[in-house]
């Protein structure tokens, strides 16, 4: 631009009018503080956006896809189960936002309000039929008319199996005559006509069957922290953490994302070594941890490896049982860990917590991935289960579910006696 030639001068003048108007138009001006808001409306601090992703909790590295993904000026978004660890702050500004989304939107999820606010159309893939029906309609209007498409089938095939056994008893009693044979038969055709002419009924969706284990006998306390101290680089996750886990215990872990919740099972569970402080193991300490981005299973193996490997000492057979429970039967066993959807990662893990005889359960996050029935499944297996557990969860049912005694409130790592007034904390958390 310091040419002293006039053309090229001007030249470069328009150029740079023009790529600064483009430039606008693609919202670069105000592109950092859109980021800004949606990191914010996600409950990401802004400390959390100059660290590398590897030092962040689980829950804090979903909130950045999402946030990427939100971010990004795509034309359609692909959702599978956005509001997974997300407070409940963060799940009401995502469905104005989605609300008011104008582009394209396919979404997966189990929450109903979600669906309610975005969708106005929806894809049912009925298994019982292996079909995939489209109801042009809201979510709401959708469950009623795919309930009055139930009862329609229901109704045609009464009707058809009614008519088959009226036409199959009548060609039953021709039969016996030989001039009437060909007639009969026809009548059979007919009857096997109408039958596939109609839709198969659906069947009941099915449910993984769950009970954690009788837990195996140990000492008063089976599990002890004292002064747990852990940072990641220059960032303190939390200092001079005390928990004691006595048998049978029950307690509640809460602190707003990135107060350290999923670490601290970590160290529990011995998978991470703290800065400071110990964890020490009493007598007969048998621990089962689930972690909510599954890393105790071994993508590598099968679901039967990993079950085995969970329960060395249990028959094949058994433990195939066990599976089976769980929706894994047939081939399904052989499949390798790594190409399994979230929520079937979520079953295996919960299924080798079921062998493992723990008498204190580590808890992170067991209800995401699943389905309303599979969620009500754990949450009845929390509520009969005898050993200890520690939970760290964004859900009130599965809070209530445990009847905690105890809760621990991190980064601070202050323990107090279980109130209901810390219910409203949970999803906040």
């Not at 689980?58 to 946030?67: D, F, S």
């Not at 599978?80 to 394209?104: C, I, K, M, Q, Y």
């Not at 469950?143 to 199959?168: F, I, S, W, Y």
Request: aromatic fraction near 4%; hydrophobic fraction near 40%; proline fraction near 4%.
């Amino acid at each position: 631009m310091a040419s002293s030639d006039t053309a090229v001068r001007d030249a470069a003048m328009a150029r740079y009018a023009r790529l600064d108007a483009e430039f606008t138009s693609r919202g670069g001006y105000t592109a950092e503080s859109e980021a800004a808001i949606i990191c914010s409306s996600l409950s990401l601090p802004e400390r959390v956006l100059t660290q590398p992703l590897g030092t962040l909790s689980g829950g804090q590295r979903r909130r950045v896809e999402l946030g990427r993904i939100l971010f990004s000026g795509a034309t359609t978004l692909l959702l599978d189960e956005p509001t997974n660890h997300l407070d409940a702050d963060s799940v009401s500004w995502l469905r104005d936002f989605l609300r008011a989304w104008s582009g394209g939107l396919i979404v997966i999820s189990h929450d109903v309000a979600l669906l309610e606010a975005s969708v106005n159309r929806v894809f049912h893939l009925d298994a019982t039929r292996a079909t995939l029906d489209v109801y042009n309609v809201g979510w709401t209007a959708y469950q009623g008319q795919r309930e009055v498409d139930e009862r329609r089938r229901r109704r045609e095939r009464a009707n058809a199996e009614k008519k088959a056994a009226a036409l199959m008893a009548q060609a039953e009693r021709m039969r016996a005559k030989a001039t009437k044979a060909v007639a009969a038969q026809n009548m059979i055709r007919r009857a096997e006509r109408l039958l596939a002419g109609v839709e198969e009924q659906r069947q009941q969706d099915k449910v993984a069957r769950l009970r954690f284990p009788d837990p195996r006998p140990c000492g008063r306390t089976p599990l002890t922290a004292s002064g747990l101290c852990k940072g990641y680089g220059s960032l303190e996750v939390f200092t001079d953490v005390d928990l004691a886990v006595d048998r049978g215990s029950r307690v509640v872990v809460l602190g707003l994302n990135g107060a350290g919740k999923t670490t601290l099972l970590r160290l529990l569970s011995g998978l991470e070594r703290p800065d400071s402080g110990q964890v020490l193991p009493g007598h007969g300490l048998r621990l089962g941890y689930y972690a909510q981005e599954h890393e105790t299973l071994d993508v590598s193996r099968t679901v039967l490896e990993n079950m085995s490997s969970a329960a060395p000492d249990l028959p094949e057979v058994q433990v195939r049982g066990v599976l089976g429970s769980f929706l894994f039967s047939g081939d399904d066993v052989e499949k390798p860990a790594s190409v399994l959807s979230g929520g079937e990662k979520t079953r295996l893990a919960l299924a080798t917590l079921v062998v493992s005889g723990a008498n204190v359960l580590l808890l992170d996050e067991p209800t995401n991935n699943l389905d309303p029935a599979s969620r009500a499944e754990v949450l009845s297996a929390l509520r009969r289960y005898a050993g200890a557990v520690v939970l760290v969860t964004h859900d009130e049912g599965a809070v209530e579910a445990l009847g905690p005694e105890r809760v621990l409130l991190l980064p601070d790592g202050v323990e107090d006696l279980w109130s209901a007034d810390y219910l409203d904390l949970v999803a906040l958390a």
